[in-house]
């Protein structure tokens, strides 16, 4: 049993190899969908690595203001306050983002895994098998599910 892919061009792959049942078989699948996702999750990774090196490269300015202001500040005598509470900075909310993959991004999405233990020969059509367990769909752990954007 194993599958091997093979770029096309237009954004499309030929899939070949054997299932679970020893049925071999051949197709071409649409990767269009499947190719944009890995575009914006390589887009979102490359957004965070520059954010860290603009962080760096500002440190020295930052820290410097940092410095000037704490030498600004005047001191206070504690004996008037007291802290009843810590104050907590909040975080922002973001929704999560979950989106509707295709037939052939599902199968793309099991390929590159390795998780071909599910692909099917049907006639020339690669399917999936369902699997007796299913998980409710949410953006993440403990997420609710209007906290989730939905991209189709």
């Known amino acids: 049993m194993g599958f091997t ?13 054997t299932d679970v049942f020893g049925t071999s078989g051949k197709t071409v699948l649409n990767a269009e969908q499947w190719n944009e996702l890995g575009q914006r ?17 500002f440190a020295p300015l930052t820290e410097a203001a940092d410095a000037v202001k704490a030498k600004m500040e005047k001191p206070t005598d504690s004996i008037g306050y007291l802290v009843f509470e810590e104050a907590v ?4 909310a973001k929704a999560g983002t979950l989106i509707k993959l295709t037939h052939d991004s599902v199968l793309l999405r ?7 233990d599910r692909l099917v020969w ?3 059509s ?10 409710p769909v949410t953006g993440k752990a403990g997420s609710a599910a209007d906290d989730v954007v939905v991209d189709a």
């Open 5 to 17: 892919t093979q770029n096309l061009v237009n954004d499309r792959v030929l899939v070949q190899g």
């Open 41 to 57: 999750k390589d887009f979102s990774q490359a957004e965070a690595d520059f954010q860290v090196a603009v962080d760096a490269f």
């Open 89 to 92: 900075e909040g975080v922002p």
């Open 110 to 116: 099991l390929l590159e895994s390795g998780d071909t």
């Open 122 to 124: 049907v006639d020339e």
């Open 126 to 135: 690669l399917e999936v098998l369902e699997v007796a367990v299913s998980v």
